[in-house]
């Protein structure tokens, strides 16, 4: 397929510029049926069916799995959430757990297990976790499904033994109270690219997922808008207004060739902005993330000679395969053609992309991604993804990444958002005609975006009034 041509724009990004009110009102909750759903999906699953027991592990780092099927976030401690057939679920939480838990908005049994506490807390009065283990799974024939954070590919190890990511002495004592051969890591059955559970996400996910992608968008606009040479990382930082609810990634506020490269570095207080060097300003909450990065430059003028060439050679090519990226999210696309195409239209090597093109979020932010060569899992509704790939020239440095949340939706998904939230729609409906109208996108019906600056690339990161869009 020839490759799209792309032009300069004098736009006014106007979903940021006069946004599209958030209706708090709108904003569903997470009830105790939904809850209760969910844990019903999971035992009605195939993969599901031997097991007598599925134990979920859950820490600050890994809290979305356990906060999946309950809605508490393991805050200071580890937490383990037992699932058995047809019984009440039971939950073990330390000490700052005990007053917590009651956050859980169904019946669920609490025990305490002291020395997922912090050390130096109170640890007397909890039994062993063996002897918890031996009472809640201790039946003959126990087969005991352990969800982590991720599934492994056995041939990579030669181990004979649950390979699982779970902290090795809850592994060691589980298997002493029902046999390490009656222990299978089972995070494939909310994680898997294909059946994973967490991967058909819900009207009112989408609804919550698409709050925290206006939020951070309008923040990150914001950021970026108004940094001005000589700022500091952290000042710039601050642009964000990033309120209390809880983040999925730290801020990526990064400036230089050094900071910029990392791609992961927090802001700092003595780097600083300046004409003609790498720019990147993003940070994520549960179930988006958005990050933009360029060159914080008026125009070409102020880039030396040896970065001249970052417009054309670099953002254009990288904004025509984005471009491309959002109209093959058809319902039924395999991923793999999805790949096929950033490989051919840019090179995984010339462009230096080390990751995927693209991943699965919920409210972790990565979960798993099926964009991999030869994948053939297809776009489906009820996905969430995030368009995430980041190309550059490595000598001299010239970075490029435009990075927004979306997620897919057949027709009765939109009727459920719009019902839920008219807000939600109106603004995905505005996204939608501003990718189409102005950005010269030709996006899917089923395509949903959930930021307020849905691929948009600044070729001048310190001119906003102009973006990429392909020619018509």
Request: proline share 6%; aromatic share 10%.
């Amino acid at each position: 397929m020839k490759m799209k041509k792309i032009i300069e724009k004098r736009e006014s990004v106007t979903l940021c510029e006069n946004p599209i009110p958030i209706v708090e009102s709108e904003i569903p909750v997470i009830t105790k049926e939904d809850y209760e759903e969910r844990i019903e999906r999971l035992w009605k699953m195939p993969r599901a069916e031997g097991y007598t027991a599925i134990v979920v592990y859950g820490d600050r780092e890994h809290f979305s799995n356990i906060f999946y099927f309950t809605g508490y976030d393991p805050r200071f401690e580890e937490a383990l959430l037992i699932l058995k057939r047809g019984e009440k679920p039971v939950i073990l939480v330390g000490n700052e757990g005990m007053g917590y838990v009651p956050k859980i908005p169904y019946d669920i049994r609490t025990v305490l297990y002291q020395t997922f506490g912090l050390m130096g807390q109170p640890n007397e009065d909890s039994e062993p976790l063996e002897k918890i283990f031996r009472t809640e799974l201790g039946q003959k024939d126990a087969k005991v499904g352990l969800v982590g954070w991720k599934s492994y590919r056995e041939e990579q190890f030669n181990l004979k033994t649950c390979i699982t990511d779970v902290p090795h002495y809850i592994v060691e004592t589980l298997a002493s109270a029902v046999g390490i051969e009656a222990i299978e890591n089972a995070t494939d059955l909310l994680m898997d690219n294909e059946y994973g559970l967490r991967h058909y996400v819900s009207a009112k996910e989408i609804v919550q997922f698409e709050l925290q992608g206006t939020k951070i968008s309008r923040g990150v606009y914001r950021a970026i808008k108004d940094m001005k040479e000589g700022m500091s990382e952290i000042e710039v930082s601050a642009l964000l207004e990033i309120d209390g609810e809880p983040a999925c990634t730290h801020p990526n506020v990064n400036f230089g060739d050094g900071h910029a490269s990392l791609g992961l570095n927090s802001p700092e207080y003595h780097s600083r902005l300046g004409f003609g060097i790498p720019a990147g300003v993003g940070y994520g909450m549960r179930g988006s993330l958005v990050h933009k990065m360029g060159m914080f430059i008026r125009s070409t003028e102020d880039l030396p000679e040896n970065r001249k060439h970052y417009v054309e050679e670099v953002a254009k090519p990288y904004f025509a395969s984005v471009a491309r990226w959002y109209e093959m999210m058809e319902i039924g696309t395999e991923f793999g053609e999805i790949y096929d195409m950033v490989e051919t239209e840019l090179g995984f090597e010339k462009y230096n992309i080390i990751l995927n093109p693209g991943h699965l979020i919920h409210t972790d932010e990565w979960t798993n991604s099926p964009l991999v060569k030869g994948s053939k899992v297809k776009v489906r509704s009820g996905m969430m993804l995030q368009c995430d790939y980041t190309v550059c020239f490595k000598e001299p440095y010239l970075p490029c990444h435009i990075e927004d949340g979306l997620a897919i939706g057949n027709e009765a998904l939109h009727k459920e958002i719009r019902e839920i939230s008219p807000s939600c729609y109106e603004r995905i409906m505005a996204r939608k005609k501003y990718m189409t109208e102005i950005l010269g996108i030709h996006l899917p019906e089923e395509v949903l975006p959930l930021s307020d600056l849905p691929a948009v690339c600044f070729p001048y990161m310190a001119d906003t009034s102009v973006v990429l869009a392909v020619e018509k």
